[in-house]
Every structure is written in structure tokens, then in C-alpha cells.
């Protein structure tokens, strides 16, 4: 343990590696100051900043600390991960962060996050920030990426009476929403592995594993606008 200052502010991250593991695995007492001080260096990897906040945030007196400074970061995930933390350890707090990265991020996987943490939360305050976005939602003010995410977080948080319907596409809300944003790693999965949709039984795609009984759907987005895929999606036949 005397050695565990010297391990952690170590330059190497496989160093630091070692050093969290072995905190972690046997409960070994660390010094907190260089933790903070960790967490803190901008120079150091998303991962180790996100594993010096985690064992920040049990310590109580060090805990709000911790997270306002990992809220502040240009690293998406570390601000995520202090969302997460503050929604789990500080309720009061979770809900005003969340709004901070809704106003003053652009990356819309972060607001997703934020929206999503907001629903689970379902305190006043945070019941609030979703009824203001969702006031954006019906005078078509919100964000075209942000529309389904926001739709999502009124049904999970009980605002769905007060949802209108999107009268500017010919599609039914909330599917109208699936026009814009999207996460190329959560299709591909869904792609892969839904169990209802079973894409791949018909489909290839990009290594080409899959089936060729239907057509091939390699560089798809390419060639064809979204209205095409999603009514591809939702009329499969037709």
C-alpha cells in the first residue's frame, strides 16, 4: 500500500491498470489526493479518469468534488460516467448536470444519456427538464436527432398525455422520429443480434456473413434516403 501514490501517478496506464486492480480486488486503502489529482489531469486516458472517479465517489467528503470535475470534461465518456454517479449518489445534483449537457453539448449520445437518466430519475426535477423538452417536441422546435429520444423519455417519465403527434411527415409518431439521429453501432447489433427482427436471416452485410436470400444491404445509406429505409423497415413487404 506505501507503494500505491507512486503506482498511480505513474505515467505508464499499465502501471495505473495494476494499481486500480489491486484497489479494487483486496480493498486496499489509496490516497485520495492523488486520485483527485488523476482524475483531474486532462493528459490521462478517458478509462483511468473514469476509474479514479469511480473510486472517488464512495468517499463522501470527496464525492461532489469528483463528479463536478468529471462533468466539466471534454471526454464524453467521463462526463457520463459522472451523469451516472450523481444520478446514483446525489439525486438533487444528477438532474442539473443533465440539463447542463441538454443546453451545452453537441454530441447527441450524450444527450441521449441524459435524457435517459432524466426518465429513470422521475423526481420533480428532473420531470421538468423532460416537460421543457418536450414543449419543444410539440411546437417543433426540438432538434431533429433529439426528437425520439425525447418522445422515449415522456412515456418513460408519464408526460405521455401531453405528447402530440408529428403532423409534418406521413408517418405515425413516433416512428416519424426515426428519420433522423441513429447509432451505427447500436443497428449493427440490432442488425446482428434482435431477436424479433432476425435481419440476418435474409441480409448480408459489409463481412457479408448473413444470408443472401434477400438483398444484399452493403452501402445501403449510400444509395438510398431515410424515408426509403425506414419504410423498408416498417413495410418490409411491401
Known amino acids: 500500500a506505501t507503494h500505491l501514490p507512486a503506482l498511480l501517478s505513474s505515467p505508464l496506464e499499465s502501471i495505473n491498470r495494476a494499481a486500480f486492480s489491486l484497489i479494487n480486488a483486496y480493498n486496499v486503502p489509496f490516497d485520495h489526493d492523488t486520485v483527485a489529482a488523476l482524475l483531474a489531469d486532462t493528459s490521462r486516458s478517458e478509462a483511468k479518469r473514469i476509474e479514479a472517479l469511480r473510486l472517488l465517489t464512495p468517499v463522501k ?19 457520463m460516467a459522472a451523469l451516472e454517479e450523481a444520478f446514483r449518489l446525489l439525486p438533487r445534483l444528477g438532474p442539473q448536470l443533465a440539463e447542463e449537457v441538454l443546453f451545452s453539448t453537441r454530441d447527441f449520445s450524450a444527450r441521449h444519456h441524459a ?9 420533480e426535477e428532473a420531470i421538468d427538464i423532460i416537460w421543457t423538452q418536450v414543449q419543444a417536441l410539440n411546437a417543433s422546435r426540438a432538434q431533429p436527432e433529439l426528437k425520439l429520444d425525447i418522445y422515449e423519455a415522456a ?47 435474409c441480409h448480408a452485410v459489409n463481412d457479408h456473413t448473413g444470408s443472401e436470400v434477400g438483398p444484399n444491404l452493403e452501402g445501403l445509406g449510400t444509395r438510398k434516403d ?13
Open 115 to 123: 435524457l435517459n437518466l432524466l426518465s429513470e430519475a422521475r423526481s
Open 226 to 238: 431515410r424515408s426509403y429505409l425506414l419504410e423498408a423497415l416498417i413495410r418490409p413487404d411491401a
Open 155 to 201: 412515456i418513460k417519465a408519464g408526460l405521455d398525455h401531453v405528447l402530440r403527434s408529428d403532423v409534418t411527415t406521413a408517418y405515425p409518431t413516433p416512428l416519424a422520429y426515426a428519420l433522423y439521429g441513429g447509432n451505427p453501432e447500436v443497428g449493427a447489433r440490432l442488425f446482428s443480434e434482435h431477436p424479433a427482427g432476425q435481419c440476418a436471416r
Open 61 to 79: 467528503d470527496r464525492r461532489k468534488k469528483a463528479i463536478l470535475v468529471a462533468a466539466k470534461s471534454e471526454q464524453i465518456g467521463l462526463r
